[in-house]
């Protein structure tokens, strides 16, 4: 429920705010507009205010909008009616009003970004972890615990940032110079080449491929919580008990107690105890658990954590008005940019088409944010309008930017183009669409079920 309520909130609130773009510059364009709606299909709510010519509606598919202008390309205009016509205006008031919606969406990231920026957006600090052997960080010298202060001169504030930066990169396959800061205050610099990096490796943990990880306060193996009635509890084991080691394995941290226990379902193993001063041994048989069609072992325990070694972890990256403003605008950018070759890279078929995402995991990416706190879910919102925006700008018939170049065509040219070449690239927007829809549930089903 909360992902649903989240979502309809995110949908209706991003496609208001594009409509609106439609609706304001087509009135200040002098464009009658007749029905501005939110969703589509049948009507469960007009009005119509008094003296005004635009009825407000909410429609029963909320998955979009539209905002429908008089037009005589669409019905009967009375003769007195005609200079308020969308089709009798300028071929560049056609296009500010086109382009509007798009760009509505934009604004609102730039709006969204600037109030996060001004309020402080909570993050990860940029120290690195254990850096992998044989990797491009590896064979770059890059250092466990080191700072990460700046990449290609731009100032780095969080962990979230190197890995954008990071990921533009892998997208154009360039080597990048990074500053950083050992423990012990030494100014480190270093190039990173992110071309060995595939186009299939930014679909998922690009940062380890190039043995990149934010470092973690050690978790001991020390026992802070049992699951009443688990196969750890049965088997003995007390919250406060430190594992020494597993099966004659010694073991330091929880992480590597996780590894061996996740990979030893249904097997008995050894556990080395020390409770008190005092060493046991228990024999504890971990039970065997699905996880994406594969068994893995589960014991029922949970570690005890210094939950102030991890709050030293985090930061906030936070501006004054006038640079919060100017982060926001290159934010919205760069993502912007980014998204664009994302597509690209999906349209050549050097990145998986199972990036594409539906209605399914937005709504779940929005139930997750809105969970995790108002921040999370500004941050998600603006994103997603940044997604809208670029979508519909797209020289897609159907789409904003279909229109757009069909705009463009007459402006060159100096008349407007077919009616059969019109209604023909409208077939082929409307099949691509339809594609792109099919395609993006599918992979949201296919994450449902099949992870």
């Given at each position: 429920?909360?992902?649903?309520?989240?979502?309809?909130?995110?949908?209706?609130?991003?496609?208001?705010?594009?409509?609106?773009?439609?609706?304001?510059?087509?009135?200040?364009?002098?464009?009658?507009?007749?029905?501005?709606?939110?969703?589509?299909?049948?009507?469960?709510?007009?009005?119509?205010?008094?003296?005004?010519?635009?009825?407000?509606?909410?429609?029963?598919?909320?998955?979009?909008?539209?905002?429908?202008?008089?037009?005589?390309?669409?019905?009967?205009?009375?003769?007195?009616?005609?200079?308020?016509?969308?089709?009798?205006?300028?071929?560049?008031?056609?296009?500010?009003?086109?382009?509007?919606?798009?760009?509505?969406?934009?604004?609102?990231?730039?709006?969204?970004?600037?109030?996060?920026?001004?309020?402080?957006?909570?993050?990860?600090?940029?120290?690195?972890?254990?850096?992998?052997?044989?990797?491009?960080?590896?064979?770059?010298?890059?250092?466990?615990?080191?700072?990460?202060?700046?990449?290609?001169?731009?100032?780095?504030?969080?962990?979230?940032?190197?890995?954008?930066?990071?990921?533009?990169?892998?997208?154009?396959?360039?080597?990048?110079?990074?500053?950083?800061?050992?423990?012990?205050?030494?100014?480190?610099?270093?190039?990173?080449?992110?071309?060995?990096?595939?186009?299939?490796?930014?679909?998922?943990?690009?940062?380890?491929?190039?043995?990149?990880?934010?470092?973690?306060?050690?978790?001991?193996?020390?026992?802070?919580?049992?699951?009443?009635?688990?196969?750890?509890?049965?088997?003995?084991?007390?919250?406060?008990?430190?594992?020494?080691?597993?099966?004659?394995?010694?073991?330091?941290?929880?992480?590597?107690?996780?590894?061996?226990?996740?990979?030893?379902?249904?097997?008995?193993?050894?556990?080395?105890?020390?409770?008190?001063?005092?060493?046991?041994?228990?024999?504890?048989?971990?039970?065997?658990?699905?996880?994406?069609?594969?068994?893995?072992?589960?014991?029922?325990?949970?570690?005890?954590?210094?939950?102030?070694?991890?709050?030293?972890?985090?930061?906030?990256?936070?501006?004054?008005?006038?640079?919060?403003?100017?982060?926001?605008?290159?934010?919205?950018?760069?993502?912007?940019?980014?998204?664009?070759?994302?597509?690209?890279?999906?349209?050549?078929?050097?990145?998986?088409?199972?990036?594409?995402?539906?209605?399914?995991?937005?709504?779940?990416?929005?139930?997750?944010?809105?969970?995790?706190?108002?921040?999370?879910?500004?941050?998600?919102?603006?994103?997603?309008?940044?997604?809208?925006?670029?979508?519909?700008?797209?020289?897609?018939?159907?789409?904003?930017?279909?229109?757009?170049?069909?705009?463009?065509?007459?402006?060159?040219?100096?008349?407007?183009?077919?009616?059969?070449?019109?209604?023909?690239?409208?077939?082929?927007?409307?099949?691509?669409?339809?594609?792109?829809?099919?395609?993006?549930?599918?992979n949201d089903i296919s994450r449902l079920f099949l992870g």
């Amino acid at each position: 429920m909360t992902s649903l309520f989240a979502f309809i909130v995110a949908i209706a609130l991003l496609v208001v705010i594009h409509e609106y773009g439609h609706y304001w510059v087509a009135r200040k364009c002098g464009v009658k507009v007749l029905r501005f709606s939110v969703g589509f299909g049948t009507v469960l709510y007009s009005k119509r205010f008094a003296g005004g010519d635009t009825e407000w509606v909410i429609s029963a598919i909320p998955l979009g909008g539209y905002v429908k202008m008089l037009d005589e390309r669409e019905g009967n205009v009375a003769h007195e009616e005609l200079q308020f016509s969308f089709n009798r205006k300028s071929v560049l008031q056609r296009m500010a009003i086109v382009v509007a919606g798009p760009l509505a969406n934009l604004l609102l990231a730039i709006v969204l970004y600037a109030a996060l920026f001004m309020y402080g957006v909570p993050g990860l600090k940029p120290i690195l972890g254990e850096v992998l052997p044989a990797t491009p960080a590896a064979n770059a010298q890059m250092l466990m615990q080191e700072t990460l202060t700046s990449i290609n001169g731009q100032a780095i504030q969080s962990w979230e940032q190197v890995r954008w930066i990071l990921l533009d990169a892998g997208l154009q396959g360039i080597e990048v110079r990074i500053e950083g800061q050992t423990a012990q205050g030494e100014a480190r610099s270093h190039v990173l080449d992110m071309r060995v990096l595939a186009a299939s490796d930014l679909d998922g943990d690009f940062l380890r491929k190039l043995g990149l990880q934010p470092h973690q306060p050690l978790i001991p193996p020390v026992v802070g919580k049992l699951i009443a009635g688990g196969v750890a509890e049965r088997a003995g084991l007390l919250v406060g008990d430190h594992i020494l080691g597993v099966d004659g394995r010694d073991v330091e941290r929880w992480d590597q107690l996780v590894e061996i226990v996740r990979s030893h379902p249904a097997q008995a193993l050894r556990f080395e105890v020390e409770r008190a001063g005092s060493l046991l041994m228990l024999n504890i048989t971990p039970e065997s658990a699905d996880e994406n069609g594969k068994a893995i072992g589960k014991i029922g325990a949970a570690p005890q954590i210094d939950k102030s070694k991890f709050e030293a972890m985090l930061t906030e990256v936070r501006y004054p008005p006038l640079a919060a403003f100017k982060q926001a605008v290159v934010k919205t950018w760069e993502t912007s940019i980014l998204s664009l070759k994302m597509m690209g890279k999906m349209i050549t078929g050097e990145m998986s088409l199972k990036n594409l995402s539906g209605p399914i995991t937005i709504a779940d990416y929005a139930g997750q944010s809105a969970q995790i706190g108002v921040v999370a879910y500004l941050s998600f919102l603006a994103l997603i309008s940044i997604s809208i925006g670029v979508l519909n700008l797209l020289p897609i018939p159907m789409l904003d930017g279909g229109h757009l170049l069909y705009y463009l065509v007459e402006f060159f040219k100096g008349s407007p183009v077919s009616e059969k070449l019109w209604e023909a690239g409208q077939k082929v927007g409307i099949m691509l669409l339809l594609t792109l829809m099919v395609l993006a549930v599918f992979n949201d089903i296919s994450r449902l079920f099949l992870g």
